[in-house]
Structure formats: structure tokens, C-alpha cells
């Protein structure tokens, strides 16, 4: 599976969208981009995927560069709630599920 | 509730006992993991069963022992464990594996070995 890269922090103002980067420089074709946060000691929660289309659900927005070399997963109106680590994970469907880093996301009031 | 249930929550535990974590679900999935998430360091992949069978083992400790007796459920049967494995002990499960779905995690068993 592809590596990626993170920003090992980012702050966030409250009512803010936060936008999270991800660098995927080596992807290939048939992998897709998965996000997951967690969530101080709890397990982490799916966010959303996508493969080639920007993606969007009730929780974030996915936006996949043209070359699909880099995402970045939008919150529009970031919460308290919202702070968490980030994991941008690439991966065939078939593959285990790796995480690396991610980013911690500090949303500040 | 994600659909994913740990027990328990917490354990503390001597060297010398013996325990087992416990993870359900009922979301209809067909494959089941275990993770590991020590203090500081990214989410390890120790165990994953597909339909019942295990097929990947991460080089894990053989006093780490799962079983998995039917889909809905996952164990993880622990003995004479070492402080070092005082971690985050985390469930989760998934589709087959051949699909692009995403994972479901449980809260987690928080284990402490003392």
C-alpha cells in the first residue's frame, strides 16, 4: 500500500472549517483513500473514502487531487468535538487496514 | 455504540494470571481484527480472521492467543503477559475483505499488566 504523509499537528478555530492534507505521492490505480480520526482512547471512527471523485457525507468532505497524488479531508464547521488524530490510509479494498501517524487536530475555542 | 462491543473496558492483570477480551458484533460482517495501540505509537495489526479463519498474524507473542468461534464474535485469550503489554487492545470489523468498505472499531479494552 501507498505511504502517505501527515503534518503531525494543526490547530483549528472553532466554526471554522479545517482542512487536513494528505500526501499519497505513490498511489496506484486500484487504491483508494480512506480517512479515520480517533478520538482520545477510544477506537477509531471511519470518516469517509474515495478513490478518484471528491466525496462528501454528513460527517466531511473528500476532495482527491486530479493526479491523485494528495487529498484533503475538509470539516466544514469544526467543533470542540472535532479534536482527534487523523489517519489518511491508503490501501487496495482487499488489504488490511495500516495506520501510520496521522494528524493532530486541535480545535480551539 | 459503534455495533462493535468490548469487555471488558478495563483490566489490570499479574504476569502470572490468565484473561480473555471479548469483542461482538452484529453489523453482519465477515471479518474481524484485532489491534494494538501502545502509549505513543501508531495502531499495530496483531490478528485477522475472514469467514472464521485466521489469515494474517503479525508476528505476535504466542501468549497472545485468538479465537474466533463464528463471525459475531472474537476473543483474545491472554497469558503470563508482560508490563510492555499494558496497551489499548482494540476490535474491529469489516465487510469481506474484498470490498472498499471501512472498518468498525470497538471502544477498546484498556489493559494494564502489572
Same mark, same amino acid.
Given at each position: 500500500? %501507498? ?9 483549528? %478555530?472553532?466554526?471554522?472549517? %479545517?482542512?487536513?492534507?494528505?500526501? /499519497?505521492?505513490?498511489?496506484? !490505480? ?9 478520538? /482520545?482512547?477510544? !477506537?477509531?471512527?471511519?470518516?469517509? /473514502?474515495?478513490?478518484? &471523485?471528491?466525496? *462528501? ?19 466544514? /464547521?469544526? *467543533? ?14 482487499? &488489504?488490511?487496514?495500516?495506520? !501510520? ?9 | 455504540?459503534? =455495533?462493535?462491543?468490548?469487555?471488558? @473496558?478495563?483490566? #489490570? ?34 490478528? #485477522?480472521?475472514?469467514? $472464521?479463519? @485466521?489469515? $494474517?498474524?503479525?508476528? #505476535?507473542?504466542? @501468549? ?41 472499531? =470497538?471502544? =477498546?479494552?484498556?489493559?494494564? #499488566?502489572?
Amino acid at each position: 500500500d %501507498a505511504k502517505t504523509t501527515q503534518p503531525p499537528s494543526m490547530d483549528c %478555530a472553532e466554526g471554522r472549517a %479545517a482542512n487536513l492534507p494528505c500526501n /499519497h505521492s505513490t498511489i496506484s !490505480g486500484n487504491e483508494y483513500v480512506y480517512w479515520y480520526r480517533q478520538i /482520545h482512547s477510544q !477506537g477509531p471512527q471511519y470518516i469517509i /473514502h474515495g478513490l478518484k &471523485n471528491n466525496e *462528501t457525507n454528513e460527517m466531511a468532505s473528500l476532495i482527491i487531487t486530479e493526479d491523485r497524488k494528495s487529498s484533503t479531508l475538509i470539516l466544514p /464547521h469544526a *467543533t470542540l468535538r472535532d479534536t482527534a488524530v487523523y489517519y489518511c490510509i491508503v490501501k487496495q479494498a482487499g &488489504n488490511m487496514l495500516t495506520f !501510520g501517524g496521522g494528524t493532530r487536530l486541535m480545535v480551539k475555542p | 455504540e459503534t =455495533g462493535v462491543t468490548q469487555t471488558p @473496558r478495563h483490566l #489490570v492483570m499479574g504476569m502470572t494470571n490468565k484473561k480473555s477480551l471479548k469483542c461482538e458484533q452484529h453489523l453482519g460482517h465477515n471479518a474481524m481484527y484485532w489491534y494494538k495501540q501502545s502509549a505513543k505509537k501508531p495502531l499495530e495489526l496483531m490478528f #485477522v480472521y475472514s469467514l $472464521e479463519e @485466521r489469515v $494474517e498474524n503479525n508476528s #505476535v507473542p504466542s @501468549r497472545f492467543s485468538p479465537e474466533c468461534p463464528n463471525s459475531s464474535h472474537l476473543f483474545l485469550h491472554l497469558h503470563t503477559l508482560q508490563p510492555e503489554d499494558s496497551a489499548l487492545y482494540l476490535c474491529a470489523s469489516s465487510q469481506a475483505r474484498g470490498v472498499p468498505w471501512g472498518y468498525t472499531f =470497538g471502544s =477498546g479494552t484498556r489493559l494494564t #499488566v502489572v
